[in-house]
Antibody, heavy 122, light 110 residues
Framework: QLQLQESGPGLVKPSETLTLTCTVSAGSVSSSSYYWAWIRQPPGKGLEWIGSIYYSGTTYYTPSLKSRVTISVDMSKNQFSLNLSSVTAADTAVYFC??????????????WGQGTLVTVSS | QSVLTQPPSVSAAPGQKVTISCSGGRSNIGNYYVSWYQQLPGTAPKVLIYDNDKRPSGIPDRFSASKSGTSATLGITGLQTGDEADYYCGTWDSSLSAGVFGGGTKLTVL
């Protein structure tokens, strides 16, 4: 059974860069069948898709965050990462990493990590 | 403001049926499959429905869904107290080149 585990600091200072890593088990980030995604959820609010990456390096980002987001993949470690720069309190959220099944008209998230709370505060 | 529109809340009695709507546009629901997710309190979301109306293994047939044009609907029959959760619809948006979710609907089983 595929497992995803987020890791990274739980507290980030305003204006700094948030960096999270997702380690994939029982699956491979080099698979040509899936994308790997980051999704966040501010406390008490809904889900926001941040972006995704394909093994080839192709990335997609939600427009509202595009200028601040970078998603990368490390096949040697079977991990993918999220960098979000110039963070503010509005970036405080639970961040989920996930596997995204996407082909032609199909799109859905079939596996999710447990999520990690990142608080932006000085 | 979410790209996909869901009612903030719905409620029904145990054993009853409830439906949750998800409205979008041609660049998202109109051209892509819809998925539905259940998020129990304090947990990660779980996919209930994918490809508009398919259930992953392990999801009971009390959960069903359909799509028509630029709208989709999730139906839950035989409501149980354990179904109390937040429900989200999701799809791809070709105008944004991004995944999008509805704002979420809180289901209360009275």
């Amino acid at each position: 059974q595929l497992q995803l585990q987020e890791s990274g600091p739980g507290l980030v200072k305003p204006s700094e860069t948030l960096t999270l890593t997702c380690t994939v088990s029982a699956g491979s980030v080099s698979s040509s069948s899936y994308y790997w995604a980051w999704i966040r959820q501010p406390p008490g609010k809904g889900l926001e898709w941040i972006g995704s990456i394909y093994y080839s390096g192709t990335t997609y980002y939600t427009p509202s965050l595009k200028s601040r987001v970078t998603i990368s993949v490390d096949m040697s470690k079977n991990q993918f990462s999220l960098n979000l720069s110039s963070v503010t309190a509005a970036d405080t959220a639970v961040y989920f990493c996930a596997r995204q099944d996407q082909l032609l008209w199909r799109y859905y998230i079939d596996y999710w990590g447990q999520g990690t709370l990142v608080t932006v505060s000085s | 403001q979410s790209v996909l529109t869901q009612p903030p809340s719905v409620s029904a009695a145990p054993g009853q049926k409830v439906t949750i709507s998800c409205s979008g546009g041609r660049s998202n629901i109109g051209n892509y499959y819809v998925s539905w997710y259940q998020q129990l309190p304090g947990t990660a979301p779980k996919v209930l429905i994918y490809d508009n109306d398919k259930r992953p293994s392990g999801i009971p047939d009390r959960f069903s869904a359909s799509k028509s044009g630029t709208s989709a609907t999730l139906g839950i029959t035989g409501l149980q107290t354990g179904d109390e959760a937040d429900y989200y619809c999701g799809t791809w948006d070709s105008s944004l080149s991004a995944g999008v979710f509805g704002g979420g609907t809180k289901l209360t089983v009275l």
